[in-house]
């Protein structure tokens, strides 16, 4: 009852619209999900996120479950969630995306949902990793293991906006180290990005797993940035 009094002064607002949501947990109304630019790449052997893969890693499968653009609801919920902190919207993405995946027969035997992880000092600055929120979600809608502990970022990188696409590849080389790689041997991983935009810094993450002995990658982002 108290919740009910307290929503009708405090109603829950959607990160993205801005609007009272109908359900006052929701971080992302019933609209936005609606309305938001699915690519359904998940579905498809084929994809333009294996394209800008190609070449730089191996890895078994990738996706992005909408389009990135400026300005749109995708775009709002994005700066929610990096720049507000507003981890709700990570969750929620996460558990939209899961859900899909849950019904998807190649991503069903996943061993580990991992966040692509961000630098000690700017995790620390940013006071969280946007990524991590999103992962966790999926991992639970997969019944399967989240891992942020054993893979790090061992150099803050300089900004990519600036960049060529060679040099954002260079730029973003042997940037991460896994711990105990013993782990994932044999075994199927899902790295989990918020968008994808050359895909350079993901395909580095990638290819440290692609050292280890049979172990399988596969690579998610909630947008493509387009």
Request: hydrophobic share 35%.
């Amino acid at each position: 009852m108290l919740k009910e009094i307290i929503s009708l002064f405090y109603p829950q607002i959607c990160a993205g619209c801005r609007k009272p949501v109908h359900k006052s947990h929701w971080a992302i109304c019933l609209n936005c999900r609606i309305k938001m630019p699915r690519t359904k790449f998940q579905v498809f052997d084929e994809n333009p996120v294996l394209k800008l893969l190609e070449g730089k890693c191996d890895v078994k499968h990738a996706f992005a479950f909408y389009y990135f653009k400026t300005d749109n609801t995708v775009q709002d919920l994005m700066h929610a969630l990096k720049y507000k902190g507003v981890i709700k919207v990570g969750e929620e993405f996460g558990q939209i995306v899961g859900q899909h995946l849950s019904r998807n027969k190649r991503y069903k035997t996943i061993d580990y949902v991992i966040p692509l992880p961000l630098h000690i000092s700017k995790q620390r600055l940013r006071g969280f990793n946007q990524c991590d929120s999103i992962a966790q979600s999926i991992a639970l809608k997969l019944n399967t293991k989240f891992e942020n502990n054993l893979v790090k970022r061992i150099t803050s990188n300089e900004s990519q906006t600036t960049k060529t696409h060679f040099e954002r590849h260079e730029n973003v080389d042997k940037i991460f180290k896994i711990k105990n790689s013993e782990i994932f041997k044999n075994k199927s991983i899902l790295l989990i990005d918020d968008v994808i935009t050359t895909g350079s810094t993901l395909s580095s993450l990638a290819k440290e797993f692609n050292d280890i002995p049979n172990c399988r990658v596969y690579v998610g982002t909630i947008a493509m940035a387009s």
